[in-house]
Nanobody, 123 residues
Framework: QVQLVESGGGLVQPGGSLRLSCAAS????????MAWYRQILGNPRELVAG???????NYADSVKGRFTISRDNSRNMVYLQMTSLKPEDTAVYYCNADLRTYTIYGTRRDDYWGQGTQVTVSS
């Protein structure tokens, strides 16, 4: 069993900053990639930023230059530093991990999601 637990969401004024954290735990053999997605009510979930085990990073055009994704491989954690926040960044933010877990036969690759953390940007 794998758990992804996000933290760091909350209410912030436009132009402010927040840092999201996500910790992966369980019978993890390796993590291929981690990412942050967000979902605005009534809209599909969208990729915000992703980072591979080798450090390759990609961002949604809407957050480039404002958000920074990073990870700590030794602690199985991923972070999202968000600056210059805008009202349109308001959403539930989800952590995602593409990882391998130990099984009695070896390892198995699966995709996991956290429970989500609310980010609200409002004055």
């Amino acid at each position: 069993q794998v758990q992804l637990v996000e933290s760091g969401g909350g209410l912030v004024q436009p132009g402010g900053s927040l840092r999201l954290s996500c910790a992966a735990s369980g019978r993890i053999a390796s993590i291929n990639a981690m990412a942050w997605y967000r979902q605005i009510l009534g809209n599909p979930r969208e990729l915000v930023a992703g980072i591979t085990s080798g450090g390759s990073i990609n961002y949604a055009d809407s957050v480039k230059g404002r958000f920074t994704i990073s990870r700590d491989n030794s602690r199985n954690m991923v972070y999202l530093q968000m600056t210059s926040l805008k009202p349109e960044d308001t959403a539930v933010y989800y952590c995602n991990a593409d990882l391998r877990t130990y099984t009695i036969y070896g390892t198995r690759r699966d995709d996991y999601w956290g429970q989500g953390t609310q980010v609200t940007v409002s004055s």
